[in-house]
């Protein structure tokens, strides 16, 4: 035979070989765990294998086995060598593939080129069973048949190598294994593959720079078990980088928002889809000319209305119909609206409406607020809060805001004062989502809630490439033109009601209809494996601590010093009795932490604390509601006489139905917090009863403080 005669076979056999040729390993072993460090070894061991002997791999799916095999390869003296993979799932029973074909015409096999030193069947557990024997076969003696069997055995003199999801028997006797770990036992090693992932995909996505991870963002990513290992992991790095905005050349680098990484919820838990059920709700609820009308035309005026009379008008609660449409009219029916629909008042706030305004004020004078600020803004927003609450419950206190219509409205003002700030400063609604203290009461109870708005995850993911509903961006589709979800979350993100106003504008950006209007079992939010941020807690104790200060006198009438009334006399001794009666619940949850440290480490103590606050939350809304209720059932039907000072038609409820309703709300109050509870303590005994003990005896306790004499 001629030497072109010779060389043509070769040169069509590379040309086949093409498509299967491993050019390189894609990384190296990411990570310093024990896990990672093993793998590392084995890795380097079997590459310096004097025999290059055959190597099974094995692991779940998503960890990249091929990528080990082409570690060993091109880490082997065989480097130069070509290697060549070969999927199990798509080979046929007789191997026609990998052996050749029969026949004058039929193509010759790969295995004879002598340029293939290594052979990668990747996915052996789905290969057909008729060519397992073949393959072991090639395996422990390198031995293949060709399809004419006329022709003698062949010899393959390369290294073969297998990756598997499953045992095969036979291989395990006959090939050097390795297992390669799941992400889940290596989650010291998550923070370093997101470093490493966010490398690679910000510099293929255009970024200057890649973003920097936050230590909190880490420790959320290593509760999670990433079933889809280190490919779920790479999918969600670049549905991340996606949902944020490319910084200019220069910017220093942001960190990552924890809000651009969601995933799908463990536990799949009853809801009934409102939008579903009646579908032209979704097309009413979702238009923006409604919301426009709604904030721009009547909130923002009716609040500009209110509270000019507020300083113009009569300055007591039995004159002034304003200040009874605030006290006896707004508490009682935002309490009672948060077990139904939530932080729907944060929707349509007067405060942020004029944030909102102030934005495009300044937007159109060319002023430009900066970007959302990342990171673990919670940290320091929580405690603010909290102490921002603790000043107005002291204020409210010791001014008597409930019957002065000035102070009642420098309150409304201040706080529309930080919301304006807030939105001057940063863009969307930073202050309603971190620092607004009605907001964050909001954000509690709205945890208690039958209504969610959640978007489906696997539509979002495998659907969505532009995440106009996060960020915002032009209509797509029947999704609108919108400027994104104004909290700063993707509603696929959304493990609670928290950062949630339900404004629907993730709604009107969906051109894929994920987002999902919902009614589901009250207070689903809170579950044993939740993650609260830092600082909630302090705010349930805070709002807890203003039911003591309304009825300090019950509780600390009798000390010595105590004051006749907190209204009135010098201010230091008032305001040293009303911050000792705020602080009460506090020293009691700083007495259990510290007897729960003797039984127990303290980061346990603590974290069944917290799940025990927020156990009593259904009990700490009754309160407070329980607490309204008086001045909301006697005077919100005095409204008409009240405002025009005319014998107009009115209704004030009797002090016997008051106590009754009391009563009524804080059974049940009792009642949801022994069934929270349940649910949040049911792995510790003693936690469960010591909380369902405090919850009865403060259920008590709670009646009798806001017994109708309040």
């Known amino acids: 035979m001629e030497p072109h005669q010779q060389e043509a076979p070769v040169a069509d056999s590379l040309l086949r070989l093409a498509p299967h040729l491993v050019g390189r390993a894609r990384r190296g072993i990411v990570g310093d765990s024990r896990y990672a460090s093993a793998l590392r070894e084995a890795v380097r061991t079997a590459s310096q294998d004097p025999l290059g002997g055959p190597l099974l ?10 990528n080990i095999a082409a570690l060993i390869h091109f880490g082997s003296p065989a480097r130069r060598q070509l290697m060549v993979r070969l999927d199990g799932a798509l080979l046929r029973g007789d191997g026609v593939e990998l052996f050749g074909a029969a026949g004058r015409g039929g193509e010759a096999s790969f295995l004879e080129n002598p340029e293939v030193g290594a052979l990668l069947i990747d996915k052996l557990d789905r290969v057909d069973p008729q060519l397992l024997p073949a393959l072991l076969e090639l395996a422990s003696s390198g031995r293949w048949q060709a399809p004419d069997p006329a022709e003698a055995p062949h010899h393959f003199t390369g290294r073969v190598f297998f990756t598997t999801e499953a045992v095969v028997p036979g291989f395990e006797r006959v090939c050097t294994l ?21 490398r690679l995909k910000s510099r293929a996505l255009g970024w200057p720079v890649a973003p920097v991870v936050g230590t909190e963002l880490i420790r959320r990513l290593q509760t999670r078990d990433f079933p889809g290992n280190v490919r ?48 032209s709700l979704r097309l009413r609820m979702r238009s923006p000319r409604l919301w426009n009308a709604l904030l721009f035309a009547l909130v923002s005026w009716a609040f500009v209305l209110v ?46 409406v004029w944030g909102e305004i102030s934005q495009k004020l300044a937007a159109a004078l060319g002023w430009q607020p ?8 919670d940290r320091w927003a929580a405690p603010a809060l909290a102490a921002g609450f603790a000043a107005i419950l002291l204020w409210e206190e010791l001014a008597n805001l409930e019957n002065s219509a000035r102070l009642s409205s420098c309150l409304l003002l201040l706080i529309t004062a930080g919301a304006v700030i807030g939105s001057l400063r940063f863009e969307k609604r930073f202050w309603c989502r971190y620092l607004c203290p009605v907001g964050g009461m909001n954000g509690l109870f709205a945890k208690l809630s039958v209504l969610e708005l959640r978007a489906q995850v696997g539509t979002c993911s495998g659907s969505c490439s532009t995440y106009a509903c996060f960020k915002g961006g032009p209509a797509d589709g029947e999704g609108l033109a919108t400027a994104g979800c104004p909290l700063g979350t993707h509603p696929a993100h959304l493990e609670d009601n928290r950062n949630c106003v339900l404004c629907l504008t993730c709604a009107q950006a969906c051109p894929h209809r994920s987002v ?23 705010l349930i104790l805070v709002l807890a601590g203003g039911v003591c200060l309304k009825f300090w006198d019950r509780l600390l009438g009798g000390l010595p010093l105590a004051p006749d009334s907190l209204q009135e006399g010098p201010l230091l001794p008032r305001l040293a009795f009303a911050a000792l009666a705020l602080a009460l619940p506090s020293a009691l949850a700083l007495g259990a932490l510290r007897l729960g440290s003797w039984l127990t480490p303290p980061a346990r103590a603590a974290r069944r604390l917290r799940l025990g606050l927020y156990g009593l939350l259904p009990l700490l809304w009754a309160l407070l509601l329980a607490r309204h209720l008086p001045v909301g ?8 006489p009240v405002t025009f000072q005319r014998p107009l038609p009115s209704w004030s409820a009797d002090h016997h139905v008051i106590a009754f309703c009391q009563s009524l709300v804080l059974v049940v109050g009792v009642g949801g917090s022994l069934v929270l509870l349940r649910r949040l303590l049911l792995n510790s005994r003693a936690a469960l009863w010591w909380g369902s003990a405090a919850a009865l005896v403060l259920g008590a306790g709670g009646r009798w403080l806001v017994a109708v004499a309040s």
Request: hydrophobic content about 40%; some cysteine.
């Open 370 to 377: 900066s970007r959302w600020p990342r990171g673990e803004t």
């Open 516 to 538: 999902q209007l919902s009614l589901r079992p009250p207070a689903a939010d809170l579950q044993r494996e939740m993650t609260p941020p830092d600082g909630e807690a302090g």
């Open 232 to 279: 779920e992991l790479e999918d969600l790095v670049e549905r991340a980088l996606r949902q944020l905005p490319v910084p200019a050349e220069g910017e220093p680098p942001p960190e990552l928002p924890e809000e651009v990484f969601w995933l799908p919820s463990r536990q799949i838990r009853p809801r009934f889809d409102l939008w579903r059920w009646k579908p």
């Open 178 to 198: 390795i297992r390669v770990p799941p992400l889940r036992v290596r989650r010291q090693d998550l923070g370093d593959w997101l470093r490493y992932d966010l």
């Open 633 to 640: 059932m006697a005077e919100a039907g005095r409204l008409l």
């Open 307 to 352: 509270n000019l009379w507020l300083w113009l008008g009569p300055q007591d609660r039995a004159h002034n119909g304003m200040l009874n449409l605030f006290w006896a009219w707004w508490w009682p029916l935002i309490l009672l609206g948060y077990p139904l629909v939530g932080r729907l008042w944060c929707s349509f706030c007067p405060f942020m």
């Open 57 to 66: 791999i094995s692991g779940e799916p998503g960890l990249e086995k091929d």
